[in-house]
């Protein structure tokens, strides 16, 4: 088992090397029973291949349904259920714009949550695979995107917008340690841009 686990991390190191490296920081940071959302974004798209878990439903994964915007509610409902788990949402900055007013529930209901959003200005998996189909031609992935963690504040939420994605773990630790809603938003750019979702 160990050599299957070895040659299947192998493999994706070779095709997504610094999404994995960006889970496995956000792991050593995490309780072993903490529960994690993930959405439709590229470290969405690569948590259940390889984000490693631990304990019974503690990753919820929407599946391939096109479900953009699950995360974040779904990772509140969590919070609610079980306020004695750390809580957390990973999202792209495009999915997490289709339910973000839900920060308003989650402060209101006073829940211990730490909402990640991936930021790299595009609906990223798409603009991929239009580069592959099309030959670059792109139409209609690129975002405007706000300020998340400013978005976060207005909520009355604790936000932090982060230079680098090797700032992410630090983040995410002193937000535990903290407690209540935080909204930290995070670069995706440079090594991110190219690499594909696992169903390409």
């Given at each position: 088992?160990?050599?299957?686990?070895?040659?299947?991390?192998?493999?994706?190191?070779?095709?997504?090397?610094?999404?994995?490296?960006?889970?496995?920081?956000?792991?050593a940071?995490?309780?072993?029973?903490?529960?994690?959302?993930?959405?439709?974004?590229?470290?969405?798209?690569?948590?259940?291949?390889?984000?490693?878990?631990?304990?019974?439903?503690?990753?919820?994964?929407?599946g391939?349904?096109?479900?953009?915007g699950?995360?974040?509610?779904?990772?509140?409902?969590?919070?609610?259920?079980?306020?004695?788990r750390?809580?957390v949402?990973?999202?792209?900055?495009?999915?997490?714009?289709?339910?973000?007013?839900?920060?308003?529930?989650?402060?209101?209901?006073?829940?211990?949550?730490?909402?990640?959003?991936?930021?790299?200005?595009?609906?990223?998996?798409?603009?991929?695979?239009?580069?592959?189909?099309?030959?670059?031609?792109?139409?209609?992935?690129?975002?405007?995107?706000?300020?998340?963690?400013?978005?976060?504040?207005?909520?009355?939420?604790?936000?932090?917008?982060?230079?680098?994605?090797?700032?992410?773990?630090?983040?995410?630790?002193?937000?535990?340690?903290?407690?209540?809603?935080?909204?930290?938003?995070?670069?995706?750019?440079?090594?991110?841009?190219?690499?594909?979702?696992?169903?390409?």
């Amino acid at each position: 088992m160990a050599a299957v686990r070895a040659q299947k991390r192998a493999g994706i190191a070779r095709v997504a090397g610094p999404v994995l490296e960006l889970l496995d920081g956000l792991r050593a940071v995490l309780p072993r029973d903490a529960i994690v959302a993930d959405d439709l974004c590229l470290p969405g798209y690569w948590s259940p291949l390889a984000l490693d878990v631990f304990e019974p439903r503690t990753l919820l994964h929407p599946g391939m349904f096109g479900t953009l915007g699950y995360a974040l509610p779904a990772a509140i409902g969590a919070a609610l259920a079980r306020s004695d788990r750390v809580c957390v949402s990973l999202s792209g900055d495009g999915g997490f714009l289709y339910t973000s007013q839900e920060l308003a529930t989650a402060v209101q209901q006073q829940v211990n949550l730490v909402s990640i959003v991936f930021n790299d200005n595009a609906y990223g998996a798409l603009g991929v695979v239009q580069d592959r189909v099309f030959g670059g031609r792109r139409i209609a992935v690129e975002l405007r995107s706000p300020d998340f963690a400013m978005l976060g504040t207005a909520y009355g939420a604790h936000g932090v917008k982060l230079s680098s994605a090797s700032e992410l773990p630090g983040a995410v630790s002193e937000a535990i340690a903290r407690g209540g809603v935080h909204v930290i938003e995070c670069p995706l750019d440079g090594q991110f841009a190219s690499i594909p979702p696992p169903w390409l």
